[in-house]
């Protein structure tokens, strides 16, 4: 009996062993075989479509397996209004936020040199030019910084220059630059911050002593081969750079104008290159096991990039360091994109499959001017359609280029799935909780910039069938607090980090949105604040009032005064640019002189308002002087300015407006 017992264990080892074998088998053959024909056939006939339509003005597409190039092709223009093609290895394109690996690849080559002891150390136990202050400043973790769960605001930070500053920016510049800091406690939320990368390329060079564009140049871009790549930061473009265009419906061009990133935001968007050298950078991730790279990466080193850091949930995909993680048809796919005015990419990888995508894409929305506004108004001009201009056509808005490449060459993204794990305690299971509006969380924290994000809000609805609808798409329960779209490739998180605390609402693992009180609704706000300021411009016919009015010559000055400020901010943001998004343009690019006048004014507006308040106020309950229909038109107009001016003031204050907010 005991012979015939070992006898069946030995025989389900070995079928167990077999059966193994074939799925190891199976699992090797399984892997993604890229087919350049095939890439071509998709590729002629989407980015075709797209360049008929003149939705885009260019295409960038290169996809390499095993060391090997298995499709390289440009569509399109370099540049459209000169009529140069597009040559993916000679066009020069913005990597914009795809620099984030970089300084991540960076950082890791500073771990295993023994720079850095630990991911896991503070970061300012690395910094001499700059320290995080307290409270919260001295627990942020490198590893924080690079999932982007620090809890860093500062979203109105300069993310361009408008001159050449120099490099290594100085301490007392690096301050200014951080002024708006820890606004989070460090590892609550995932939300994408630019500013952190900044402080890891502080980092880098307060360690290496060197430029951080000489150190990629001399420890990633020389190494790999990558010869006109570059961390790019100065006002002259590099050669045969990319360059966008904005199309109008009538088809005049409009170039996106070029501004360099400013030396600290370099480290998340100033990598310029080829798609053919982008593709060397991609194959040393995409080999994970490889030594061949290991002059630049170990294999570890690489795999733990790769590797899974930070979510808020188990079945939330994540992000590894400064790559998101993902699953295709059930290949790993590691990636990062990004997005510039005018220009859109992706670079991802396959690791078990060793192969590596590189796609970019440009277009821009036309920014117009006032002048292009009046001609609309009479039927004429750049923004009336034309036989030349964009053209529309059925597709999926929602699906990126790169979304419709990888679903056609590799498989439809595949989500994890939320009921075979423990929900986290934080999550929130009532549906009665989660109605709302939900308050983007890259914003501006402190500052009156929070006001450009004021759109940035999702509205949460219980549905009939025990779903919610957020912005009006229907999602089902999936696990407490896991709700996912109907079509199935779209995930919602739901969760109450602090138990006293609002809930967050993540649609991505560094995109958050915190749930607003009923009477903050930053959109509705942001509106009344709008309607107020325009009617104060009536203020302006104060001066046809009657005199000797009971609520005397103050009420009038500041009814006019309102009136002119009003004007005077709406000609400081128009006045001087050739477009209406000139004035942000400049301020994103480190000149804030016309908005800090805005702001002035706008103070002193909102102090003529509370003046023009209590003038009604007296009006209406004062007796004596002049009487009639005068009286009473005067009268009535200063009442319509009060309350003109009393709807300001709650977005005033949800916006930080109030005070001098600038930094």
């Known amino acids: 009996m005991a012979s015939l017992d070992i006898g069946r264990r030995f025989c389900a080892a070995a079928l167990a062993l077999l059966v193994a074998g074939v799925f190891a088998v199976g699992a090797a053959e399984a892997r993604v075989e890229f087919d350049g024909g095939e890439i071509e056939a998709w590729a002629d006939a989407y980015f075709g479509a797209e360049l008929d339509a003149r939705r885009i003005t260019g295409a960038s597409v290169g996809v390499i397996q095993d060391g090997e190039v298995v499709f390289l092709k440009g569509y399109g223009w370099q540049d459209f209004g000169r009529g140069i093609p597009l040559d993916p290895e000679k066009t020069m394109i913005r990597m914009c936020s795809i620099s984030k690996t970089f300084t991540a690849t960076a950082i890791m080559q500073l771990l295993e040199r023994g720079l850095i002891q630990s991911l896991d150390d503070p970061v300012n136990k690395y910094l001499t030019r700059y320290q995080l202050p307290p409270p919260r400043g001295g627990k942020v973790t490198i ?42 406690e460090p590892g609550a939320i995932g939300q994408y911050a630019n500013l952190g990368v900044a402080l890891e390329s502080v980092m880098i060079e307060d360690l290496t002593g060197a430029p951080l564009r000489d150190y990629f140049a001399d420890n990633i871009f020389r190494p790999l081969g990558m010869s006109p790549a570059v961390l790019h930061h100065v006002v002259e473009p590099p050669a045969n750079l990319a360059v966008p265009y904005g199309i109008f419906p009538n088809g005049d061009l409009q170039a996106v104008p070029f501004h360099p990133k400013h030396p600290l935001t370099a480290a998340s968007g100033g990598v310029i290159t080829t798609t053919a050298e982008l593709l060397k950078y991609a194959a040393m991730h995409a080999d994970e096991d490889a030594a061949a790279h290991a002059d630049v990466l170990s294999s570890d080193a690489r795999k733990t990039m790769h590797q899974r850091q930070f979510g808020h949930h188990p079945a939330d995909p994540g992000i590894g360091l400064h790559f998101y993680v993902a699953d295709h048809a059930g290949e790993r796919f590691i990636s990062h994109g990004c997005g510039l005015p005018g220009t859109r990419s992706l670079m991802g990888v396959f690791p078990e499959s060793n192969a590596g995508v590189a ?174 300021f325009l009617a104060s411009l009536s203020g302006l016919a104060a001066v046809f009032w009657p ?70 106020l007296r009006a209406w309950t004062s007796a004596g002087g002049p009487s009639g229909v005068g009286s009473l038109i005067a009268r009535v107009h200063l009442a319509a300015l009060g309350l003109a001016a009393f709807a300001m003031w709650p977005g005033a204050l949800l916006f930080h407006i109030v005070g001098w907010n600038l930094r």
């Open 143 to 184: 590893r924080q910084l690079m999932t982007h769960s620090s809890g860093m605001a500062g979203h109105f930070s300069p993310q361009g220059a408008l001159t050449d500053i120099d490099v290594p920016v100085a301490s007392d510049d690096v301050a200014r630059f951080f002024s708006e800091n820890i606004e989070r």
């Open 359 to 532: 796609i970019s894409v440009f277009s821009a929305a036309p920014q117009p001017s006032v002048k292009d506004l009046a001609q609309r108004l009479t039927g004429r001009g750049r923004l009336v359609q034309g036989p030349d201009g964009p053209k529309k056509y059925e597709r999926d808005d929602r699906q990126s280029p790169w979304d419709a490449f990888l679903t056609s060459q590799v498989g439809p993204l595949r989500l994890p799935d939320p009921s075979a794990v423990e929900p986290p305690p934080e999550m929130v299971a009532d549906p009665d909780d989660l109605a709302g509006v939900y308050w983007l969380e890259r914003r501006s924290l402190t500052t009156f910039a929070s006001f450009f994000a004021a759109n940035g809000v999702l509205r949460v609805e219980e549905d009939a069938d025990g779903g919610l609808l957020i912005d009006g798409d229907r999602f089902n329960e999936a696990a407490p607090g896991v709700y996912d779209s109907e079509d199935g490739d779209r995930r919602r998180f739901f969760r109450r980090p602090d138990p006293n605390g609002p809930v967050f609402l993540h649609t991505w693992t560094s995109t958050s949105f915190r749930q607003m009180p009923a009477f903050a609704n930053p959109q509705a706000l942001a509106a009344l604040f709008s309607i107020g």
């Open 547 to 616: 005199r000797g009015l009971a609520f005397g010559g103050l009420a009038k000055g500041a009814s006019v005064g309102a009136g002119a400020t009003a004007a005077a901010i709406l000609a400081a943001f128009v006045v001087g640019y050739d477009t209406l998004a000139g004035i942000t343009e400049r301020a994103s690019n480190g000149d804030v002189r016309r908005i800090a006048s805005i702001l002035a004014l706008t103070n002193a507006h909102l102090a003529l308002g509370v003046v023009m308040i209590f003038a009604a």
